[in-house]
T-cell receptor, first 113, second 114 residues
Framework: KQEVTQIPAALSVPEGENLVLNCSFT??????LQWFRQDPGKGLTSLLL?????REQTSGRLNASLDKSSGRSTLYIAASQPGDSATYLC????????????FGKGTHLIIQP | AAGVIQSPRHLIKEKRETATLKCYPI?????VYWYQQGPGQDPQFLIS???????DKGSIPDRFSAQQFSDYHSELNMSSLELGDSALYFC?????????????FGDGTRLSIL
């Protein structure tokens, strides 16, 4: 059974810093991996999707990487802003026809003005 | 751009009552997924539908059922509600199940059981 772990659980940094959020998964036979942002009491906003054949994806100040062999993904946020404060979740879609994403418990990020 | 629409946004029920949650996917999305997120927890996959047929099943209790209609909207029916069913219920949609397309989530229905 796929398990997804995110480290750290919480992170607080000053505005302007570059930061890295980590995600690891136990079963490397994933189909893709998706990063989400969740604001308190709100839905999940899809940030980036990396296919199993890809190494990284970029969108604006966000860059996500994937290393299937080591079971790891990272989300890099450049030049952080207070508006980036949210919980970031990674989710793996396993192969074999499964539909459901397996989520990590998220990293709660606070960007201090 | 159009997003996934869920209704109602909030719902309060008592134990042993029934509830129906509705989900309207993004236009031209043919796959719908349901997730449950308990307080302080990560979302857990419940069930999914592709072209109006159930395609995958996760940790959905037997008291719950769901279906997808001809216009692709979906409903999650919950019966004999328990206190532990209090959670945020998300619907997501995507195109072409099995393709590498992201799942797009709605804002969720917050269900509170008294």
């Amino acid at each position: 059974k796929q398990e997804v772990t995110q480290i750290p659980a919480a992170l607080s940094v000053p505005e302007g810093e570059n930061l890295v959020l980590n995600c690891s998964f136990t079963d490397s036979a994933i189909y893709n991996l998706q990063w989400f942002r969740q604001d308190p009491g709100k839905g999940l906003t899809s940030l980036l999707l990396i296919q199993s054949s890809q190494r990284e994806q970029t969108s604006g100040r966000l860059n996500a990487s994937l290393d299937k062999s080591s079971g790891r993904s990272t989300l890099y946020i450049a030049a952080s802003q207070p508006g980036d404060s949210a919980t970031y979740l990674c989710a793996a879609l396993s192969g074999g026809g499964a539909d459901g994403l397996t989520f990590g418990k998220g990293t709660h990020l606070i960007i201090q003005p | 751009a159009a997003g996934v629409i869920q209704s109602p946004r909030h719902l309060i029920k008592e134990k042993r009552e029934t509830a129906t949650l509705k989900c309207y996917p993004i236009p031209r999305h043919d796959t719908v997924y349901w997730y449950q997120q308990g307080p302080g927890q990560d979302p857990q996959f419940l069930i999914s539908f592709y072209e109006k047929m159930q395609s995958d099943k996760g940790s959905i209790p037997d008291r719950f059922s769901a279906q997808q209609f001809s216009d692709y909207h979906s409903e999650l029916n919950m019966s004999s509600l328990e206190l532990g069913d209090s959670a945020l219920y998300f619907c997501a949609s995507s195109t072409r199940r099995g393709s590498n397309q992201p799942q797009h989530f709605g804002d969720g229905t917050r269900l509170s059981i008294l």
